[in-house]
């Protein structure tokens, strides 16, 4: 569908809308989970973010986890039902003292039984892609954020083609690729349209959709009302027209949706849960989100229902 046609869909009846969407969405939905693996002082001034050195936000930061606390948290995450689990960092890019470490947490991970490997590290370049795809990583993890007409009002540290670029690294060593967006960052609906489109280009595996969760002290921590509920399931619904094959992920701040919101998306236009907490945020529990998924009808991919009760 070209921008116009998914403007026109935008602003159509949202029943209608969420019917047309539902008939892509997967049978299951399919758990993940990750580890803030390491916390803070990130030199990248992105507005939306707890972790840039740029803002006093007071987080508490910390160095890179030992891979015994990764190994814990993933089978953590597999009672929990999650059936892929991601190794998350703060930074621009892989820091190189810590590469080496990071590659062998992803090779203890795909010794582990019934989970996937994942890894969100930063901006690549191609030695480091190409090793991660030799130490067996599965799926990478690099966000577009938001559009790309709209990237220089939410980073000036970086670009949005940088982040083009990796996931063109990252599909190039064969590896599976997550790649999604921030929402409710000032962006217009043209944009959101736009974002849908240039994932639809990019053609990732797996879309993460995240909702604004404002932070005190950045730039964008007034921005609460940039979006409503109404708005985020036509976004929502729009991203699973334009990009049928991938999995539509709800991740940060879907709690900003009640949960009658929720279900309604799971049954018409999303296919995966992020589970747990976030990266500097406390989420459901995921016991809660278990009994969600059956409330929408809906299977839990893969899931050992005796490792989840």
């Known amino acids: 569908m070209n921008k116009n046609e998914l403007l026109n869909l935008y602003n159509s009846d949202l029943d209608s809308l969420l019917e047309l969407s539902s008939k892509y969405i997967k049978k299951d939905i399919e758990f993940c989970s990750i580890i803030n693996a390491r916390n803070g002082k990130c030199s990248q001034n992105c507005k939306y973010c707890a972790q840039s050195s740029h803002y006093n936000t007071d987080i508490d930061s910390f160095p890179l986890v030992e891979i015994e606390t990764v190994k814990n ?29 990071m590659l062998e947490m992803i090779k203890e991970m795909n010794k582990i039984k019934d989970i996937k490997s994942c890894a969100s590290i930063g901006i ?35 670009s949005f083609e940088d982040r083009i670029n990796t996931c063109k690294l990252v599909k190039k060593y064969g590896m599976e690729l997550c790649c999604g967006v921030i929402l409710g960052m000032g962006e217009s609906v043209e944009q959101r349209v736009e ?12 879309i993460p959709i995240n909702i604004l969760m404002p932070v005190k002290n950045t730039p964008f921590e007034s921005y609460i009302d940039k979006i409503d509920e109404e708005n985020i399931l036509r976004t929502l619904a729009i991203f699973k027209i334009a990009n049928p094959n991938a999995i539509l992920r709800f991740c ?58």
Do not use: W
């Open 252 to 309: 940060g701040g879907r709690m900003r949706l009640s949960v009658e919101s929720q279900i309604k998306a799971i049954k018409s236009c999303v296919d995966g849960l992020m589970i747990g907490n976030y990266l500097t945020k406390t989420g459901r529990n995921p016991q809660e989100d278990i009994e969600m998924v059956k409330e929408a009808g809906k299977n839990i991919l893969c899931m050992n229902l005796s490792k989840a009760n």
């Open 195 to 206: 974002m849908a489109m240039t994932l639809a280009e990019i053609q990732p595996d797996s």
């Open 124 to 158: 690549l370049n191609e030695e480091q892609a190409k090793k991660l795809a030799q130490a067996g990583l599965k799926r990478f993890h690099h966000n577009i954020n938001t559009a790309g007409s709209y990237y220089p009002s939410v980073c000036t540290t970086h």
């Open 73 to 101: 948290a993933a089978f953590d995450a597999i009672k929990n039902g999650a059936s892929r689990f991601a190794i998350v960092t703060s930074g621009k890019t892989p820091d190189e003292s810590d590469f080496d470490k």
